[in-house]
């Protein structure tokens, strides 16, 4: 079968506005997918690493068991039941990811969290950000040495309203940053970093759903294109400020932001075609025009996004099924 008569095909499995009695037809055409290739799982029939993963091990026999090799090591690092010498022993162990496993482990002790969180390894600091356990001052030092991102934190989404507060209020824009990608968040605090004229700030709250077309128009103007990204990602992006955006991106990833979003209309998507990484999803969204649409479905790159376009015309699926 042709490459692209699958991609079609298997897109157009994926339409949800694919009539069942073309769905029938559909899989009689469909070539059948190969079998997944057996799972190597010769390292779990290891006697020593079924009896680290074993929750039922008793303590004594896991700390035993820390020097029976590496894989051993890194399958103990997750155990939420580890006694404290075990837990100093694999702080030190020479595998940056046996350390990281141990500092993502919520059951680690503060003392040991605090001795990772100096770790020479980002990887490891990073697991001890995300670890919901870590204290909020390692925490907030971890802001400035290591790369966190914009992205949840367990320690943030499970801090009370004064702990939010403080936050809010750090000098450190990457602290503040991490209290606003969380979404429930006090009248205040949400309000004290909508103010905030750091663009990392402006970018966690963005998305918030809780603002408003007229917010999200305010924060485009005061922010500018480089926070057109995040803003296309707000529900409340009008179709105007999407076609605006588009039309004065500086970043690639704001097309496919705009290209990805249920409001934005016809001529934007256009736009959005015009871009190498957006132009797949543009293909795919609802309010491209028809023509323009089953245009698509002969383009090798885009026929099976095209294909699954819930706007594709029934009578082009069943021509499509029966070529």
Known sequence: MDEQVRDILHGLSANPSLPDHLRARLRARLPDRPAAPPRDTAWHDEPDVRRAA??????????????????????????????????ERLAADRIPGVRADLAANPCVAESILRELADDEYAGVRLGVAHNPSVPLDVL??????????????????????????????????RVRMLVAQRTALPADVFELLLADDDIRVAKGIAPHPALSADRVRALAARHGPGL????????????????????????????????????????????????????????????????????????????????????????????LITR
């Not at 991102?149 to 009370?160: H, I, Y």
């Not at 990833?253 to 190498?276: I, K, M």
């Open 228 to 319: 057109f990204r995040m803003l296309a990602t707000n529900p409340h992006c009008t179709p105007e400020l999407l076609h605006h955006m588009a039309r004065n991106a500086t970043a690639r990833r704001t097309y496919r932001a705009v290209a990805e979003h249920p409001n934005t209309r016809a001529e934007t998507l256009l736009l959005c075609l015009g871009d190498d990484a957006a132009r797949r999803w543009a293909a795919e969204h609802p309010n491209l025009p028809t023509d323009v649409l089953v245009a698509l479905v002969d383009d090798p790159d885009l026929a099976r996004h095209a294909a699954a376009n819930p706007s594709l015309p029934v009578e082009v699926m069943e021509r």
């Open 140 to 173: 907030t030092r971890l802001a400035e040495s290591t790369r966190i991102g914009p992205s949840l934190v367990p320690r943030v989404m499970t801090a009370t309203d004064e702990e939010l507060r403080l936050l809010a209020a750090s000098p450190s824009a």
């Open 54 to 87: 074993d929750p039922t091990t008793p303590p004594a026999e896991v700390t035993a068991l820390l020097d029976h090799g590496d894989t051993i090591r890194w399958t103990l690092a997750g155990r939420p039941d580890l006694p404290l010498d075990a837990q």
